[in-house]
């Protein structure tokens, strides 16, 4: 076993905020992890982790008596972590609840979503007030010197302020790219940064004047202070440290969030699903081909096949299935409406079969626009794969075991599994990743003969751990959560994505 990429030291990095202790808070939405680093040491410690009562963290902010306060936001809640490791559901019913702030004792949040609200939070979880309705993708936010509470509006490409009181709010500065949080320097200057251009901006709240202090990749979400030192996070991960003077250097590497499904294209690149990222694998360092703000990405991307030059086939988490086509910004809807789509194979006859997770627990085949039922009542089918003669081969994984479907009939393949996830099929053998064995297991299809080809491997959720899965924000995206994928390239490698690491493995046989 080799690892390709190495471990992530976060599961992205979203909402940042320093902490009284002088360290930064970093929220992690897809590992469900709060985490606060330690910018000298490097030392990085957990604070709310996966499977805990915090799901989701987008953004995060402390009371004056160091409470930390997190939102939520694929599940719409805002939740209080007392300084005492205390845990308690401040509200529940805040769909897209993202940007928050406390200001002289008082709580801020906003939902970032269309007709999204910004509200005052009363602290013992009372009925919000609501300053601002109706809003496009309001994002993290910041009281500034003057009193007035600044808030970015990411689907206006503007940044607006209100005097927390309320009243009509005032437009300050337009035409950004995606701005996607406000904080202030100690100069007063609003610091925004930019998720669809990845600059770093500062701009006078006086003016509207703007100066660019940084270009970075796209995918920013969020900054924070310590002194005059600026900190600025990127969905990968990264997390870049911006001086006074304008250079920058990097705090934290950045790594894959949480790799999902993999395939190897016909150029023998090893391309990977990263939910808000689509990678190619090229000298060992993920080149981003497509992201969650590039122009027509079809959505948080969970099954993926390489079906030609610049052509992917996926399953997203909007619940669509497409062609997408990275390089010329493409992409093409082929079905819609699937109640948590995952696994997707391409037959010889030209269908796509794709895994539907949802309560239905549906196998589809995808063709001609048209969607047909090939079974259905599976306990959360998710890993899928074509076996000889075209049989359909799938990873109940609720069930802890593979089926075949022939002709509507289905059909217990390999059983005595706890929770298979991708499957492959190569040369006869079916190859199954269980992350709840944290195993990849080979089955000859001819004989049923089974043998463990790698465990204890860094997939799934850590032991005793089990995941809570992240809702979703429609439009945007239905319920999301891991899928644990496999493939082989044209020498016979075998790739498992590592989830709970963040990396890739490949997996060689002894010569």
């Known amino acids: 076993m080799e690892r390709l990429t ?4 976060l599961f992205g990095a979203n909402g940042l905020r320093t902490g009284p202790d002088g360290r930064i808070y970093v929220a992690q939405v897809s590992g469900s992890t709060i985490s606060a680093l330690d910018t000298a040491s490097g030392e990085i410690e957990t604070i709310s982790a996966k499977g805990g009562d915090i799901v989701a963290p987008d953004d995060i902010a402390f009371d004056p008596a160091g409470n930390l306060y997190a939102t939520e936001y694929y599940d719409g809640r805002v939740s209080v972590r007392g300084a005492d490791g205390s845990v308690r559901l401040l509200r529940d019913d805040l769909p897209g609840a993202n940007g928050i702030t406390v200001y002289q004792g008082r709580l801020f949040v906003n939902e970032c979503r269309i007709g999204g609200r910004l509200m005052e939070l009363p602290l013992d979880g009372g009925a919000p007030r609501v300053l601002v309705d109706n809003l496009p993708l309001p994002n993290a936010m910041e009281v500034g010197p003057d009193g007035y509470l600044y808030y970015p509006v990411m689907g206006t490409n503007d ?3 209100i005097d927390p009181e309320g009243g009509e709010p ?7 790219a995606g701005p996607d949080s406000v904080k202030f320097d100690p100069h007063g200057n609003i610091v925004s940064t930019q998720a669809g251009s990845g600059q770093v901006l500062r701009i006078d709240p006086r003016t509207g004047d703007r100066r660019v202090l940084a270009n970075l990749a796209p995918g920013l979400d969020n900054c924070t202070f310590i002194g005059d030192r600026l900190y600025v996070s990127n969905f990968t991960g990264e997390i870049t440290e911006i001086s006074a003077a304008g250079e920058t250097s990097t705090t934290l ?12 294209g016909p150029d023998g690149v090893l391309y990977i699903a990263d939910g808000t990222h689509l990678y190619a694998l090229r000298s060992g360092t993920p080149e981003a081909l497509g992201m969650l703000f590039t122009p027509n990405y079809p959505g948080p991307i969970r099954g993926v096949i390489a ?13 669509t299935v497409a062609v997408y086509r990275p390089a010329k910004e493409e992409t093409e809807v082929l079905a819609e409406g699937i109640d948590q789509p995952y696994g997707i194979a391409s037959g010889s006859d030209g269908r796509l ?3 539907e997770f949802g309560s239905a627990g549906r196998v589809l085949a995808v063709r001609g626009g048209q969607i047909e039922t090939l079974a259905s009542g599976l306990n959360q089918p998710i890993g899928v794969a074509f076996g000889p003669g075209d049989t359909v081969l799938v990873a109940e994984s609720g069930a802890g075991r593979v089926v075949s479907i022939v002709d509507g009939r289905v059909d217990t393949l390999v ?3 706890r929770t298979p996830h ?3 099929v190569r040369g006869g053998q079916l190859l199954v990743v269980d992350v709840g064995l944290k195993a990849v297991i080979s089955v000859d299809l001819g004989t049923k003969i089974r043998q463990t080809l790698a465990e204890n491997l860094p997939v799934g959720a850590p032991p005793g751990v089990t995941a809570k899965p992240l809702l979703g924000v429609q439009p945007f995206s239905g319920p999301q959560g891991p899928f644990t994928g496999i493939t082989a390239g044209p020498d016979g490698t075998v790739y498992v994505s590592a989830d709970a690491e963040g990396s890739v493995l490949a997996l060689r046989q002894d010569a």
């Open 6 to 9: 190495p471990p992530s030291r």
């Open 159 to 161: 940044i607006w302020r």
């Open 170 to 176: 005032e437009r300050v500065v337009g035409d950004l």
């Open 253 to 264: 590497p950045g790594g894959l969030s949480w790799p999902l499904d993999l395939t190897v």
């Open 307 to 319: 079906a030609g030059a610049d052509e992917f086939l996926v399953t997203t988490a909007a619940g």
């Open 353 to 355: 079969v794709v895994t």
């Open 415 to 417: 059983d005595g599994l």
């Open 422 to 424: 991708g499957l492959l």
